[in-house]
């Protein structure tokens, strides 16, 4: 009877003291981490916060680079709230060049707003046949809500249709001058290697429509 009791003991001292240490070690560990993980949570909501406020402070000011750190602090802002602040303002075209480059590095999606309601024509030498097809995926990663064409065209077209200026962008003038000054500025910050230039067209027919050409680089340079 002594010898089972002595077993008991022994279990107790051996097993169960030493669980029940571990037991309070771990509650002892787990309430340290929850104290500093909500220190932690707490710290970064205050970093937030500030940041979100200096956004908010500054983002219209384009007069200075505060406009453009502004837009850079984004990334340090929840990711829901960052998309909805870029959505809200993308389509402000007052934003300075710095800014927009900035706005656009975020890949998100953009308000487009009444450019949505326009017809994008993209007509272009065989040459340009990846960067025609670029340029549609890019406004359709951006959200962009209007329908797009892309059309490959012979040499003879540009015989016929007239060479302009090169690579341009074509419209004709209308009372949408936001929204055409909106589709003009992310199509040529996205391709700035294409050195798009602007030409307005008499064509009253087509409204709220532009048409890109991208004419073969030989010809053109034999027309200069």
């Known amino acids: 009877m002594v010898k089972s009791n002595d077993r008991k003991i022994s279990l107790v001292k051996d097993i169960v003291i030493p669980i029940i240490g571990l037991f ?28 979100l406020d200096f956004f908010l402070q500054n983002y219209s000011d384009s007069s200075s680079t505060k406009q453009a750190t502004a837009f850079l602090l984004l990334r340090y ?14 389509f402000n075209t007052n934003l300075s060049p710095e ?9 998100a999606k953009l308000n487009f707003g009444e450019a949505n309601n326009y017809l994008i024509e ?10 025609a097809k670029l340029i549609k995926s890019q406004l359709d990663s951006a959200g962009f809500k209007g329908h ?10 540009w015989d016929n249709y007239g060479w302009g200026h090169g690579n341009s962008i074509r419209y004709y003038p209308s009372e949408d001058g936001a929204a055409m000054a909106y589709l003009f500025r992310f199509i040529n910050f996205k391709n700035e290697d294409l050195k798009l230039s602007s030409e307005k067209v008499n064509d009253n027919t087509r409204p709220k429509s532009i048409a890109i050409h991208l004419p073969p680089k030989v010809h053109f340079l034999l027309r200069r």
């Not at 802002?77 to 993308?90: A, F």
């Not at 800014?99 to 890949?107: E, F, P, V, W």
């Not at 797009?148 to 077209?157: A, C, S």
Request: charged share 30%; aromatic share 16%.
């Open 24 to 51: 309070i070690a771990f509650v002892g560990l787990y309430a340290n981490y929850s104290a500093n993980k909500r220190q932690e949570l707490a710290a970064n909501a205050d970093r937030e916060q500030k940041y």
């Open 77 to 90: 802002i929840n990711p829901d709230v960052q998309k909805d602040l870029i959505y809200s303002l993308s």
């Open 99 to 107: 800014t927009y480059k900035t706005l656009l590095s975020y890949k």
């Open 122 to 131: 993209i007509y272009y030498a065989k040459e340009y046949d990846h960067k």
């Open 148 to 157: 797009i064409t892309v059309d490959e065209k012979i040499p003879k077209f």
